[in-house]
């Protein structure tokens, strides 16, 4: 596909089971990802990627607790628990993800004060992290995402894939949900579904 780019959302060892943030079944969208990369011309990875001083983690908080919502700057922040810290083991890809196989990786979550579920901006939106320019300087128009979470940074990377424009889509069998509510990844699909985005499986594509 020449005007399609694969997008590998955090498929990164602090999500996969035995993570800080672990997702349960994390690791299983590492193979289906590892597939789909072979059909695609560019493949492209973000990394969450925090500094340790990161105002998303519960700890650099005081007084509060993982699971805790709180007003950052205006904005409503789920605390978490310390993942994806710059460098660190839990910040690596899978170590059976096909690295060899990805074009460009861009990070987010790197500023301490503002947390960054999307691909594309930070969670305010002030902040561009180049991925769309990258895109549409190769003449890209169609996304199709994969990777964890579904309910946080596959979503928000979708939605704001959708609204720049994109033809989007989202393979729901190479994600994986948090759901710290049992239906948050179901909501996700909903949500992202309302926006145009289109969910499909593995095996149409
Ligand atoms: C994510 C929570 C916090 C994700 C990142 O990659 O979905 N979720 N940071
Ligand atoms: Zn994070």
Redesign the pocket.
Known sequence: MKDAALLL??I?ND?CPGGA?A?AEGDQVVPVANTLMERFNLVIATQ?W?PANHA?FATNQPGHSVGDVIDFNGLKQ?L?PV??VQGSAGAAFHPNLNTAGIHKIFTK?TDPKV?S?SGFFDNGHRVDTGLNDFLGGRGIRKVVLC???L????MYSALDAASLGYETHVVRDACRA?NLQPDDGDQAVKKMHDAGVRILFSDAI
């Open positions: 959302i955090d990164q999500f943030l997702v969450d925090h998303s789920i978490w993942h994806c979550g947390d579920y990777g964890l979470a309910d946080y940074c596959v948090v």
